[in-house]
């Protein structure tokens, strides 16, 4: 391997590093993608949701062709008490056409994908773990393997390596992640027969639903997931690590005492457990976006915390950040030139793209919820809200008016007063609005 | 209620002869008073063993998740991926 010279190196075959290097090698560049894993997707996971129109402005028409689990026409959120849930949700047939959004399974998606991309013209090794990054001059000339003579030099390295992102860190444009700026997610994936799953979730055909919920998690910030597959559900929570820290709670217990919940475990009763798997999300937002580009590299997805997670969006990131390092890179090679101004033509989209824009959107909310204290937020406000709605509900021959005071007073006393509430409520919205 | 044994077993592993998670320094377990990476690891990869006095790394369960490279309050774990092709593979994903 060592003689041949690439344009472009494309470290890891997710949906960034897929992304780029099928934009690149149609555009007839000469591109390697590296992957660690048997195959792609072999190490990767998602809740997970499969936007349509980012996929789509890469591959037209993908749907016919890639593989897709069910088409989301619903999605819930469900904001836990310990025995109820106060519940929100949307259908809608317009989700159907133009199509929103699918469920998807990473196995055979990023394999897909990966595949579009060699069909392209790239040339994807697997099994294969790029070990450090080539430098000369201060400038990214290649990555070294961990094959027998696996240097590989190109004149761009795209840095896809995901949410670790160990050349990330080697580049030195990103510090270690701090335990609150990741989650870690475990996930089941759970068989059912496809009549039950169709039943309970009231669908036809093709149609899924997706459920997200709040509450429940021990008092530590984190979210739930619930998403219907063709015959699996993709079951799941994601805690923030420094909570996980403190709580001294085991991720998979934390799992396990979510599915008893009783809005959960009639939905999942009868299944059976055929994939445990874990992740990290990268939470940081907006103020933890490094620096996107240098002389002879970019980096883009997970590995650059491109993660609306307000959201649950992802994989659309990443596949548009592809995309833009990608048309970037295309740009420089008719140029000639590699270097940190050549690529810039990167960050300029990346800015003017709803990817920097959303993320910027919502860029205090890391720091809102780093300064709240997750009891109030993932337990006491979850269960005032419940127990506000039962009382609100419950026909027992207290008056109305005084229902209402029991109400608004239960959730004033969750954060210690009125001022205190109006005044979260402030700051939340402040942090959702940047 | 299924156990970590048997959720772990639903992956499939190569595991490499070597380990790809390596304790920096005994020592620094010896004096950490959390020991947490025995609860935040999804895949129950370390164990305090008291009467070796060090911690035990099961580097053949893990995951790959890099909680325990950013969680451990001291740094103490070195983190790299497994060998090209090793570790886990998933049938979903």
Known sequence: MATERFDAVVVGGGP?????????????????????????GAKNIFGGVIYRKQLEDI?????????????????????????????????????????????????????WFASKAEQAGSLNIYETVVTELLR?????????????????????????????????????????????????????????????????????????????????????????????NQDTLSFGVGVMVSDLKKKHVKPYELLEGVKQHPMLRRLLQG?????YAAHLIPEGGFHSIPPLSGDGWVICGDAAQL?????????????????????????????????RAGLAGYDRRVRESFVHKDLKKYKGLHNFL?????????????QALNEAAYQMLLVDGVTKSEKQRMAMRGVTEATGGLMSLIKLGARGWRAMNG | MSSIAEKL???????????????????????????????????????WVEKDLMTSVAFENCIECGTCRIGCPAYNIEWVYPKGGHGITYKFG
């Open chain 1, 16 to 40: 960034a590093g897929s992304a780029a290097a099928y934009t690149m090698a149609k555009a007839g560049l000469k591109v390697v993608l590296i992957e660690r894993g048997e195959f792609p």
């Open chain 1, 59 to 111: 591959i037209p028409e993908f749907w016919k062709e890639a593989p897709l689990e069910r088409q989301v026409i619903e999605q819930r959120m469900w904001i836990l008490g310990d025995q109820s849930a106060v519940t929100l949700s949307h259908r809608n047939e317009a989700f159907k056409e133009p199509n929103n959004c699918w469920t998807g399974l990473r196995v055979k998606f990023d394999q």
């Open chain 1, 136 to 228: 000369e001059n201060g400038k990214v000339v290649g990555v070294r393997t961990d094959r027998d003579e696996g240097d590989l030099y190109a004149e761009v390295v795209v840095v896809a390596d995901g949410v670790n992102s160990l050349l990330g860190k080697a580049l030195g444009v990103h510090r270690e992640w701090q335990p609150n700026e990741v989650s870690l997610a475990v996930k089941e994936v759970i068989a059912m027969p496809k009549e039950k799953i169709m039943d309970r979730f009231n669908l036809e055909g093709n149609e899924g639903v997706t459920t997200e919920f709040v509450g429940n998690t021990m008092g530590m910030a984190g979210l739930g997931f619930l998403y219907t």
């Open chain 1, 271 to 275: 299944g059976e457990t055929k994939e």
């Open chain 1, 307 to 339: 993660v609306n997670f307000v959201h649950r969006e992802g994989t659309n990131l990443a596949m548009t950040s592809g995309r833009f390092a990608a048309e970037a890179i295309i740009e420089a090679h008719e140029h000639g030139d590699f270097s």
């Open chain 1, 370 to 382: 780093r300064d709240s204290d997750p009891t109030l937020m993932f337990d006491k406000l979850p």
């Open chain 2, 9 to 47: 077993y639903t992956i499939r592993y190569k595991v490499d002869e070597n380990s790809h998670l390596v304790i920096k320094d005994q020592e620094v377990c010896l004096h950490c008073t959390t020991k947490e990476c025995q609860d935040f690891c999804p895949a129950d990869v370390y164990h």
